[in-house]
């Protein structure tokens, strides 16, 4: 079975500067998917940033970067130029190749992120 | 295009009730899953349908059951409710299967008293 293990469970940082939020997963699969979520106070899950694990380019999404190491197994999130807004829980999930029965997200158990003013 | 919509938002119950929660997918999607979230044990996976067929099934008792439509809007329901079940319940939809985004609602907040 997949297991993402998110070993921090807190973080804070100050307005404007730049944190990295680990997460490591273990699988026997090849080809996956990697994505972080955010869930603010609201609790609304919101999509992050998805990677693919075929590709060797790190996924981006403007503020938002991954360190992805496939061989380390290894999924980091990088959020440059923190915003208050950014102040939420993150949880890095992972999703097996699709064999015709299977497109669940098995989640970390997250870590909370307070952004500073 | 409007996002995933799940109702209620709130929910209060008491012991042995039963509930069912709806969820309505974004149009054009035509996956759905759900997943309980509790501070103890996170975020696990309930269910997935596809074309109004459960196509995966979480590691939870036979009380937790659902289903789809042919709109995809999709329910699950909860019978003989007990104190354990309290967890915000979330619903995500997907355009398919394999690797798609998922998408989330809301959620549904259960607090069974």
């Known amino acids: 079975a997949q297991t993402v293990t998110q070993s921090q469970p807190e973080m804070s940082v100050q307005e404007a500067e730049t944190v990295t939020l680990s997460c490591t997963y273990d699988?026997?699969?090849?080809?996956?998917?990697l994505f972080w979520y955010k869930q603010p106070p609201s609790r609304q899950m919101i999509l992050v940033i998805r990677?693919?694990?075929?590709?060797?380019q790190n996924a981006t999404e403007n503020r938002f970067s991954v360190n992805f190491q496939k061989a380390a197994k290894s999924f980091s999130l990088k959020i440059s130029d923190s915003q208050l807004g950014d102040t939420a829980m993150y949880f890095c999930a992972f999703m097996k190749p699709y064999t015709g029965a299977n497109s669940k997200l098995t989640f970390g158990k997250g870590i909370t992120l307070s952004v500073r003013p | 295009k409007a996002g995933v919509t799940q109702t209620p938002r709130y929910l209060i119950k008491t012991r042995g009730q039963q509930v069912t929660l709806s969820c309505s997918p974004i149009s054009g999607h035509r996956s759905v899953s759900w997943y309980q979230q509790t501070p103890g044990q996170g975020l696990q996976f309930l269910f997935e349908y596809f074309s109004e067929t459960q196509r995966n099934k979480g590691n939870f008792p036979g009380r937790f059951s659902g289903r789809q439509f042919s709109n995809s809007r999709s329910e699950m329901n909860v019978s003989t409710l007990e104190l354990g079940d309290s967890a915000l319940y979330l619903c995500?939809?997907?355009f398919g299967q394999g690797g798609q985004t998922q998408y989330f609602g809301p959620g549904t907040r259960l607090l069974v008293l």
């Open positions: 699988t026997s699969e090849s080809n996956y998917y």
């Open positions: 990677q693919e694990a075929y590709k060797q």
């Open positions: 995500a939809s997907s």
